[in-house]
Antibody, heavy 121, light 112 residues
Framework: EVQLVESGGGLVQPGGSLRLSCAAS????????MNWVRQAPGKGLEWVSY????????YYADSVKGRFTISRDNAKSSLYLQMNGLRAEDTAVYYC??????????????WGQGTLVTVSS | DIVMTQSPDSLVVSLGERATINCKSS????????????LAWYQQKPGQPPKLLIY???TRESGVPDRLSGSGSGTDFTLTISSLQAEDVAVYYC????????FGQGTKLEIK
């Protein structure tokens, strides 16, 4: 069974940093592209970042470019999101999500339960 | 970015009746190279992550009941639930993956 388990969320002050992790199991992590998608409280879904299976290609939404860094460790079957310069508008549940297929932009066939990031003083 | 607009924002339908949700993209998401529409539908229930229902506009994900179907091409798409069941109460999102991924604002489906 595919499982994605996020961790690392919490309360952080504006301008602060946080590192999210996503532990994957139940599939060959090293062969799948992965993503972070967020959802502000009571709002819709926003794609945040993408990384291909070998970490050779990464993409970011304009709203986080230059502040967030996506990475992965295939040996540990883990996905990460380093978030710096956090703003109030970054407050959201952050989901890791697996690409259904190959290619940079795709849909997502498995999602974690999410981890809540709250940016507030 | 491609803007996805769903209608209506909310929908109230009786059990056993048909529910229809529309999604319109600001530009065509039909690829001329493979003749596929880069459109997915998700269902999200309270406190849960989204669940993939449909991709390539009309391909049902494994395990999704056949009363849910997707249609459309180019810029206009529809998710249809042919006979509403209680477990279908949720928020539904469309997503395009032709360009940088974007989602519709969501449609809340409730039972009358």
């Amino acid at each position: 069974e595919v499982q994605l388990v996020e961790s690392g969320g919490g309360l952080v002050q504006p301008g602060g940093s946080l590192r999210l992790s996503c532990a994957a199991s139940g599939f060959t992590f090293s062969t799948y592209s992965m993503n972070w998608v967020r959802q502000a409280p009571g709002k819709g879904l926003e794609w945040v970042s993408y990384i291909d299976s070998s970490s050779g290609t990464v993409y970011y939404a304009d709203s986080v470019k230059g502040r967030f860094t996506i990475s992965r460790d295939n040996a540990k079957s883990s996905l990460y999101l380093q978030m710096n310069g956090l703003r109030a508008e970054d407050t959201a549940v952050y989901y890791c999500a697996r690409n259904l297929g190959s290619g940079g932009s795709f849909c997502y066939d498995h999602w974690g339960q999410g981890t809540l990031v709250t940016v507030s003083s | 970015d491609i803007v996805m607009t769903q209608s209506p924002d909310s929908l109230v339908v009786s059990l056993g009746e048909r529910a229809t949700i529309n999604c319109k993209s600001s530009q065509s998401i039909l690829s001329s190279s493979n003749n596929k529409n880069y459109l997915a539908w998700y269902q999200q229930k309270p406190g849960q992550p989204p669940k993939l229902l449909i991709y390539w506009a009309s391909t049902r994900e494994s395990g999704v009941p056949d009363r849910l179907s997707g249609s459309g091409s180019g810029t206009d798409f529809t998710l249809t639930i042919s006979s509403l069941q209680a477990e279908d109460v949720a928020v539904y999102y469309c997503q395009q993956y032709f360009g940088s991924p974007t989602f519709g604002q969501g449609t809340k489906l409730e039972i009358k």
